[in-house]
């Protein structure tokens, strides 16, 4: 079989076209992302496959819910959590209830109840508050010397579909957050 320049040409223009198509759509629009650890048990698991879409948080920020990959403070790393809390809101952990802007919030999606409380503190400007749904063990926003509160900039974009292993594929969906009052464990000096 032979092949004059002309066909050559067109096979190199279209691999190179599929080429920048490729890359673009991995810089720009959506990334592919491994689960590594346990922090996001029991909804999202080990050696589990995500696509990333990378371009809604140009338009608008995170929503308490979502699934999110971030860069910590050492940029090598990428973590997966979950959005709990944005700039201007307060949060804190008490008796393992977590509490945003003064309202216990029923989160269904956790692994176990939280061994350790966190201080009452505000979300500082252009940052997420973030935890792992494995909340005992998970390197999150309540590490501020790995993790802390997570600029906007070093949100790499929401978690989308889980496509791998194939039997476990799905849509990854944001669950209803619900806050209810609970005068009994309010404090009323913040």
């Known amino acids: ?6 066909e050559i040409r067109e096979w190199i223009e279209s691999i190179a076209g599929s080429v920048l198509t490729a890359m673009f759509i991995m810089v720009f629009l959506f990334q592919t ?10 909804n999202l698991h080990e050696g589990q496959r995500l696509i990333v879409d990378k371009i809604t948080y140009r338009f608008r920020p995170p929503e308490p819910g979502e699934i999110v990959v971030i860069k910590p403070k050492d940029p090598t790393k990428k ?28 989160e269904p999606y956790i692994k176990e109840e939280m061994n350790e409380d966190y201080e009452w503190t505000v979300i500082p400007e252009e940052s997420v ?42 849509i990854v969906k944001k669950p209803e957050l619900k806050g209810e009052f609970d005068y009994d464990n309010v404090d009323f000096n913040h």
Not at 1 to 6: T, V
Not at 79 to 106: C, H, P, Y
Not at 130 to 150: A, E, L
């Open 1 to 6: 079989m032979e092949f004059n320049k002309s």
């Open 33 to 42: 992302y491994k689960v590594e650890g346990k922090s996001m048990e029991p």
């Open 79 to 106: 973590f997966v959590k979950r959005v709990i809390a944005f700039e201007g809101q307060n949060i804190s952990i008490t008796k393992s209830k977590l509490r945003i802007n003064g309202l216990t919030v029923n």
């Open 129 to 170: 508050f973030v935890m792992g749904d494995n909340r005992n063990r998970s390197m999150d926003s309540r590490d501020s010397r790995n993790v802390g509160f997570v600029p906007l900039k070093n949100v790499v974009g929401r978690a989308v579909v889980i496509y791998w292993p194939p039997q476990e594929a799905k």
